[in-house]
């Protein structure tokens, strides 16, 4: 009995110690990191939604995953580029074609800079694009149902890194090449380089309805890297920077022979200038090949269509489009704040930034101020576009976010930490370390007029100790800060997938109510949908046999199939003919070659199996559907070639 | 039932103590506030033991003899961590003889508190985002250093000069690499 009360009092003395923390942090609002009132700030309870959604690119997964905040959790992993075996996106029959290239089937690609649609400059929260960085492709995802609907290769171009940004009425999304290339592609020495490769901005117009995706027209500018880039906005909408940086257009050691200049450029894009000479005729149309691959809800399958020439533009014959803005040191991040004023260059071998002004650009364009010319591009002069700089905030600064407040967040790499300075005055605000090496840095609503603020996300590229080990190999961890105040405050450090560059997030209200729960049945157009028991079948042409199948909790129909040869060719097309929000049932066969089918309620989707043994086979669930859900299984019999089992099925009876 | 009063009595001792710990707050506060302080600045890349890695260019700084007044330098700036980062850095590292060649009092003027920020722009000079050997630096004219200045690279008898500077030996880390030079590196803005 003793031992029971010294263990209370133990237990509520600490107890008291704790709550005595968390009134003090409370009432003075001076909390650290370790106060208990953090804890409260990042806590949803559970059954209840976070404020905010975040799209965070999975970078060398390329996929995309959906996370909440304030609480860091991580909802769905969207397949974009990667063939992903949890739902068979890229190995049924209907998703293959997403991941169609001119170069052929590519199972896997490396996302980077997802963003959010926009109207009016303010975040929509319709569609999401990314970029796929080796293979350069832009990608859509519909936030309605969240799944990956339409891919467009982008060709003349290489490493697709200054991408995907939108326009602020989606007008464009647009995507700049890293590398340089011979344009059209051909087999020349790499050493003749200079003069010779181009780089190609491509603006990719997204049709207000349904936005469907097409390259109205590239840029064909001088052989730089171009980095990234980012739309005007406001006063500066209808004009796109990119920064760019080997202006000395090397094409060997880089790291050397790319950072001789003092100063690189952001290249000014005046896109409504060279839309309007594309629309009364302009430009040429060039020989390319490329693929546009389209995914349709009705029909449940993509159809890739390769298209064979684009619209190339000469920056050097539209006076007045494109103008280039000296800016210091290999600049990396290009942003531009909420009002579409300032134009921030981070030069990452520089120790300051560049803000340039978009007004003082206008006055010394006005002026044909220019200090020489690359390609027959004008070049300003620094002092004239310069609107300031911050003074040494920190090593290697990266990317620039803003709050809608008249501040700006950079990330330094070096120094591996978020520095909160002022726009116009310049002053450092605030610096707060992160874990550990920062890339990019995420604000709800960024990339817009109207950033959302209240938090602000760093994505790291090294981990090391933040949490339990797990081998040489370890997620990249980001942290997220409460940016509400004067000071920024870390609140959480949470685990993301694959490398995130770069993140889009905003409020989750407009997505959420639009959310899709089911594919409604009757709409079902695919071909070889099975809408109920009784349109079942099996059919055989020639070596191919089509399975029309059909699920419900909790069998297959039909669930017993006979006279399948050796060197038959199976496809079962499953649909899942339940309309209940989170029901899908999933598909798999034994020895089965590709992933299986995750099928969402009213879907149909198709595997295909080519048997390479004798036997009689079973398939069965693979999601724990329903009470019966192990109940849910079949066979298929599987007889030698020049066998004389006869075609037939079965579910409830037995094949005679 | 004796239980319970005892019981009662705890918990009484614990409101007690709940309300004088709020009467107290400010004390509270301050103590940890403090704390807090304390944690960030030991925590970082720089504070994470690893036995098995490449040593980083600061833990071969002070793990030399001959580099104490650097390490000082370098901790009196609170640049720990900017050594340990991914990289690639490259640290011109002086000896303490180099330090000594100085002018008198220099080095205990910027130890001084109030001259943290002067002292970090020299150290800064000192690195460059970058991992070239001895032999390579000869093929660069200049070299962008992270204060944001220019250092001069020559070549004289076939060795690279690094702003005035003789490389005495080169040490390669985990992050970049160390190159031991015999003079102190000024930047042209000090």
Same mark, same amino acid.
Not at chain 1, 633 to 642: F, K, L
């Given at each position: 009995m003793k031992k029971i009360l010294t263990s209370i009092i133990a237990i509520v003395t600490v107890l008291t110690a704790f709550t005595s923390c968390t009134n003090s942090g409370k009432t003075n609002g001076k909390s650290g990191a370790l106060s208990s009132n953090v804890a409260e700030k990042v806590y949803v309870a559970p059954g209840e939604h976070d404020e905010f959604y975040a799209f965070i690119s999975g970078g060398y997964s390329g996929n995309l995953t959906v996370y909440g905040l304030p609480s860091g959790r991580m909802f769905k992993e969207i397949p974009v580029f990667s063939q992903f075996p949890t739902s068979g996106y890229g190995y049924s029959e209907e998703t293959k074609p997403m991941l169609n290239t001119s170069h052929g089937f590519i199972p896997w690609g490396d996302s980077h800079h997802p963003d959010i649609s926009q109207t009016a400059g303010e975040i929509d929260g319709r569609f999401i694009f990314i970029n796929e960085n080796n293979t350069p492709r832009i990608a859509k995802i519909d936030l309605k149902t969240f799944e990956t609907t339409e891919i467009i290769e982008v060709p003349n171009s290489a490493g697709n890194h200054s991408s995907s940004f939108v326009t602020e009425n989606t007008e464009y999304v647009v995507a700049g090449t890293r590398f340089s290339v011979p344009i059209p592609q051909r087999d020349m020495p790499i050493k003749e380089y200079k003069g010779n490769f181009q780089g190609a901005l491509s603006f990719i117009s997204v049709a207000p309805e349904t936005g469907n995706m097409d390259i109205k027209f590239q840029v064909l500018m001088p052989g730089f890297n171009y980095d990234l880039s980012h739309p005007g906005r406001g006063k500066s909408h209808g004009w796109f920077f990119f920064t760019t940086y080997n202006t000395e257009e090397a094409s060997t050691l880089l790291e050397v022979n790319a950072s001789q200049n003092d100063k690189d450029f952001i290249a000014a894009v005046n896109w409504k200038k060279i839309e309007e000479y594309v629309n009364n005729g302009g430009g040429t149309m060039m020989p390319a090949d490329y693929a546009h691959n389209v995914y349709d809800e009705h029909t449940h399958t993509a159809t890739s269509t390769m298209k064979k020439e684009v619209r190339v533009v000469n920056p050097a014959e539209v006076p007045g489009a494109v103008f280039f803005l000296p800016t210091p040191k290999s600049p990396h991040g290009c942003d531009v704040d909420p009002s579409g004023e300032y134009i921030v260059g981070n030069g990452k071998l520089s120790a300051n930034l560049t803000v340039h002004s978009f007004t003082k650009m206008l006055a010394a364009i006005e002026g044909e101020k220019f200090d020489g010319e690359a390609y027959g591009i004008p070049i300003l002069k620094f002092e004239d576009v310069l609107a300031g700089s911050v003074e040494q /905030? *920190? @090593?290697g600064p990266l990317h620039t976010e803003f709050d809608g407040q008249g501040n700006a967040y950079t990330t330094f790499f070096i120094s591996s930490e978020v520095v909160k300075w002022k726009l116009g005055t310049w002053e450092v605000i605030d610096r707060k370390p992160t874990y550990y090496s920062v890339g990019h840095l995420t604000i709800p609503g960024g990339n817009s007029r109207k950033p959302q603020g209240k938090y602000m996300f760093a994505m790291n590229k090294i981990t090391k100790?933040?949490? @339990? /080990?797990? *081998?040489p190999e370890m997620e990249h961890s980001a942290q997220l800060y409460d940016?509400? *105040?004067?000071k920024m405050e870390l609140l959480l450090d949470f685990p993301t997938h694959g490398e995130p560059h770069y993140a889009a997030a905003m409020r989750a209200d407009l997505i959420k109510k639009r959310s899709q729960k089911i594919y409604n049945l009757e709409d079902n157009k695919h071909p070889y949908a099975a809408k109920s028991d009784s349109e079942t079948k099996v059919v055989r042409k020639g070596n191919e046999v089509h399975i029309y199948m059909t699920t419900i909790r909790s069998h297959f129909s039909p669930d017993n199939i006979e006279g399948i040869k050796l060197g038959d060719k199976v496809y079962f097309h499953v649909t899942n003919l339940e309309q209940d929000f989170d029901v899908p049932h999933g598909f798999a066969v034994l020895g089965q070659n590709t992933s299986e089918l995750l099928i969402m309620p009213g879907q149909t989707k198709t595997s295909v199996w080519e048997p390479t043994k004798v036997g009689v086979w079973p398939f069965y669930c693979t999601d724990f559907c329903s009470a019966l859900h192990q109940e849910m299984q079949g066979y298929i019999r599987v007889s030698p070639a020049n066998a004389a089992t006869p075609l037939k099925w079965s579910m409830g009876e037995d094949i005679e | 039932m004796k239980l319970i009063k005892n019981l009662f009595l705890v918990f009484a001792i614990a409101v007690f103590f709940c309300s004088c710990k709020d009467a107290n707050k400010d004390v509270t506060t301050t103590s940890s506030e403090v704390n807090t302080e304390a944690l960030s600045k030991e925590s970082g890349q720089a504070f994470i033991k690893d036995d098995l890695g490449k040593p980083t260019v600061l833990s071969i700084a002070i793990g030399s003899k001959d580099h104490t007044t650097l390490v000082a330098a370098v901790q009196a700036a609170s640049l720990e961590n900017a050594l340990v980062n991914a990289g690639p850095l490259m640290v011109f590292a002086p000896t303490n003889e180099a330090f000594v060649a100085l002018p008198e009092g220099t080095v205990e003027n910027l130890l001084k508190p109030e001259n943290k920020n002067a002292l970090a722009n020299i150290l800064k000079y000192h690195v460059t985002p970058g991992n070239y050997s001895k032999d390579f630096l000869k093929k660069f004219k200049k070299l962008g250093q992270a204060n944001n200045d220019y250092v001069k690279i020559e070549v004289v008898d076939g060795e690279p000069i690094i702003g005035g500077a003789k490389i005495l030996a080169s040490i390669k880390a985990g992050n970049g690499i160390v190159h031991v030079i015999d003079k102190v590196l000024l930047p042209p803005s000090e």
């Amino acid at each position: 009995m003793k031992k029971i009360l010294t263990s209370i009092i133990a237990i509520v003395t600490v107890l008291t110690a704790f709550t005595s923390c968390t009134n003090s942090g409370k009432t003075n609002g001076k909390s650290g990191a370790l106060s208990s009132n953090v804890a409260e700030k990042v806590y949803v309870a559970p059954g209840e939604h976070d404020e905010f959604y975040a799209f965070i690119s999975g970078g060398y997964s390329g996929n995309l995953t959906v996370y909440g905040l304030p609480s860091g959790r991580m909802f769905k992993e969207i397949p974009v580029f990667s063939q992903f075996p949890t739902s068979g996106y890229g190995y049924s029959e209907e998703t293959k074609p997403m991941l169609n290239t001119s170069h052929g089937f590519i199972p896997w690609g490396d996302s980077h800079h997802p963003d959010i649609s926009q109207t009016a400059g303010e975040i929509d929260g319709r569609f999401i694009f990314i970029n796929e960085n080796n293979t350069p492709r832009i990608a859509k995802i519909d936030l309605k149902t969240f799944e990956t609907t339409e891919i467009i290769e982008v060709p003349n171009s290489a490493g697709n890194h200054s991408s995907s940004f939108v326009t602020e009425n989606t007008e464009y999304v647009v995507a700049g090449t890293r590398f340089s290339v011979p344009i059209p592609q051909r087999d020349m020495p790499i050493k003749e380089y200079k003069g010779n490769f181009q780089g190609a901005l491509s603006f990719i117009s997204v049709a207000p309805e349904t936005g469907n995706m097409d390259i109205k027209f590239q840029v064909l500018m001088p052989g730089f890297n171009y980095d990234l880039s980012h739309p005007g906005r406001g006063k500066s909408h209808g004009w796109f920077f990119f920064t760019t940086y080997n202006t000395e257009e090397a094409s060997t050691l880089l790291e050397v022979n790319a950072s001789q200049n003092d100063k690189d450029f952001i290249a000014a894009v005046n896109w409504k200038k060279i839309e309007e000479y594309v629309n009364n005729g302009g430009g040429t149309m060039m020989p390319a090949d490329y693929a546009h691959n389209v995914y349709d809800e009705h029909t449940h399958t993509a159809t890739s269509t390769m298209k064979k020439e684009v619209r190339v533009v000469n920056p050097a014959e539209v006076p007045g489009a494109v103008f280039f803005l000296p800016t210091p040191k290999s600049p990396h991040g290009c942003d531009v704040d909420p009002s579409g004023e300032y134009i921030v260059g981070n030069g990452k071998l520089s120790a300051n930034l560049t803000v340039h002004s978009f007004t003082k650009m206008l006055a010394a364009i006005e002026g044909e101020k220019f200090d020489g010319e690359a390609y027959g591009i004008p070049i300003l002069k620094f002092e004239d576009v310069l609107a300031g700089s911050v003074e040494q /905030p *920190g @090593l290697g600064p990266l990317h620039t976010e803003f709050d809608g407040q008249g501040n700006a967040y950079t990330t330094f790499f070096i120094s591996s930490e978020v520095v909160k300075w002022k726009l116009g005055t310049w002053e450092v605000i605030d610096r707060k370390p992160t874990y550990y090496s920062v890339g990019h840095l995420t604000i709800p609503g960024g990339n817009s007029r109207k950033p959302q603020g209240k938090y602000m996300f760093a994505m790291n590229k090294i981990t090391k100790d933040r949490y @339990l /080990p797990t *081998g040489p190999e370890m997620e990249h961890s980001a942290q997220l800060y409460d940016i509400s *105040g004067e000071k920024m405050e870390l609140l959480l450090d949470f685990p993301t997938h694959g490398e995130p560059h770069y993140a889009a997030a905003m409020r989750a209200d407009l997505i959420k109510k639009r959310s899709q729960k089911i594919y409604n049945l009757e709409d079902n157009k695919h071909p070889y949908a099975a809408k109920s028991d009784s349109e079942t079948k099996v059919v055989r042409k020639g070596n191919e046999v089509h399975i029309y199948m059909t699920t419900i909790r909790s069998h297959f129909s039909p669930d017993n199939i006979e006279g399948i040869k050796l060197g038959d060719k199976v496809y079962f097309h499953v649909t899942n003919l339940e309309q209940d929000f989170d029901v899908p049932h999933g598909f798999a066969v034994l020895g089965q070659n590709t992933s299986e089918l995750l099928i969402m309620p009213g879907q149909t989707k198709t595997s295909v199996w080519e048997p390479t043994k004798v036997g009689v086979w079973p398939f069965y669930c693979t999601d724990f559907c329903s009470a019966l859900h192990q109940e849910m299984q079949g066979y298929i019999r599987v007889s030698p070639a020049n066998a004389a089992t006869p075609l037939k099925w079965s579910m409830g009876e037995d094949i005679e | 039932m004796k239980l319970i009063k005892n019981l009662f009595l705890v918990f009484a001792i614990a409101v007690f103590f709940c309300s004088c710990k709020d009467a107290n707050k400010d004390v509270t506060t301050t103590s940890s506030e403090v704390n807090t302080e304390a944690l960030s600045k030991e925590s970082g890349q720089a504070f994470i033991k690893d036995d098995l890695g490449k040593p980083t260019v600061l833990s071969i700084a002070i793990g030399s003899k001959d580099h104490t007044t650097l390490v000082a330098a370098v901790q009196a700036a609170s640049l720990e961590n900017a050594l340990v980062n991914a990289g690639p850095l490259m640290v011109f590292a002086p000896t303490n003889e180099a330090f000594v060649a100085l002018p008198e009092g220099t080095v205990e003027n910027l130890l001084k508190p109030e001259n943290k920020n002067a002292l970090a722009n020299i150290l800064k000079y000192h690195v460059t985002p970058g991992n070239y050997s001895k032999d390579f630096l000869k093929k660069f004219k200049k070299l962008g250093q992270a204060n944001n200045d220019y250092v001069k690279i020559e070549v004289v008898d076939g060795e690279p000069i690094i702003g005035g500077a003789k490389i005495l030996a080169s040490i390669k880390a985990g992050n970049g690499i160390v190159h031991v030079i015999d003079k102190v590196l000024l930047p042209p803005s000090e």
